[in-house]
């Protein structure tokens, strides 16, 4: 037996919620490229310098990684504040049904967006893992080893 669950109106008010949630993460990720920018073009001198270490090729890797993820991030966090403003004008216009499956595109645009920043932070890590690598003393380093580590 196949059941259909109708979907619940909701009000102009709801997408307007998310307005203030998608422009912090937007204003965030945005100062993520902007600190990756500055790394990229000071990596760029030391490799231009003559710094052709294995660990600056790795990094520049990385990085070109963690510019794609931002990008896509971006671009789906765009994509979920045109959604809501697509849905408010859907809602106005008496298109219940449609604003409901437009605020729906909204929150898996947003829900993707986060997911790639998430990612995008566990890259980040990695780079400074990378960047810690080549000293020895912490290349055993754990959360939990340095929690509970006896003071000496």
Same mark, same amino acid.
């Given at each position: ?15 307007? $919620? ?18 990756? &920018? &500055? ?51 859907? =809602?106005?216009?008496?298109? &219940? =049904?449609? &604003?409901?499956? =437009?605020?729906?595109?909204? $929150? ?6 986060? =997911? ?21 003393? $912490? ?14």
């Amino acid at each position: 037996m196949i059941y259909f669950v109708a979907m619940p109106e909701i009000s102009i008010n709801t997408p307007a $919620l998310l307005f203030p949630a998608i422009t912090l993460l937007m204003l965030a990720y945005t100062n993520r490229f902007l600190s990756l &920018a &500055a790394l990229v073009r000071k990596l760029h001198e030391e490799y231009v310098g003559g710094e052709k270490e294995k660990n600056i090729l790795n990094q520049i890797k990385n990085i070109r990684t963690r510019l794609n993820l931002i990008r896509y991030m971006q671009s789906f966090g765009i994509l979920s504040f045109l959604c809501c403003v697509l849905c408010m004008y859907t =809602i106005f216009s008496g298109w &219940a =049904i449609l &604003a409901n499956w =437009i605020f729906v595109a909204s $929150l898996l645009s947003l829900t993707l967006s986060i =997911i790639l920043s998430l990612l995008e932070i566990n890259k980040s890590t990695r780079a400074l893992e990378l960047q810690l690598g080549d000293i020895e003393e $912490l290349s055993g380093a754990n959360i939990f080893k340095d929690i509970f580590k006896p003071t000496e």
